[in-house]
């Protein structure tokens, strides 16, 4: 879904939206391990990297925007 957001992204948006991915990989890191950061920041790759429907993008920012005010508001 991260990954989705930041190809959804204008291209003046794409580094903050990859700084929110990594700040959320961080603290993955920090709670989880650096093995599931790691899978994490992989699969953030992969959703940027692999063709997907754009018109998803309204649904993967609202599911981005869950993410962050759960795990990054605090």
Same mark, same amino acid.
């Given at each position: ?17 990859? *700084?929110?991915?990594?700040?959320? +990989? ?6 989880? =391990?650096? @093995? ?12 940027? *990297?692999?063709?997907?429907?754009? +018109? ?6 609202? =599911?981005? @925007? ?9």
């Amino acid at each position: 879904m991260a990954g989705q957001v930041v190809e959804c992204s204008a291209d003046a948006e794409k580094q903050a939206k990859i *700084g929110q991915a990594m700040e959320l +990989a961080n603290k993955i890191a920090i709670h989880f =391990g650096l @093995k599931a950061a790691f899978n994490y920041v992989g699969a953030v790759g992969y959703g940027s *990297g692999h063709p997907f429907d754009k +018109a998803e993008c309204s649904k993967s920012a609202e =599911g981005w @925007k869950e993410i962050q005010a759960k795990y990054l508001s605090k």
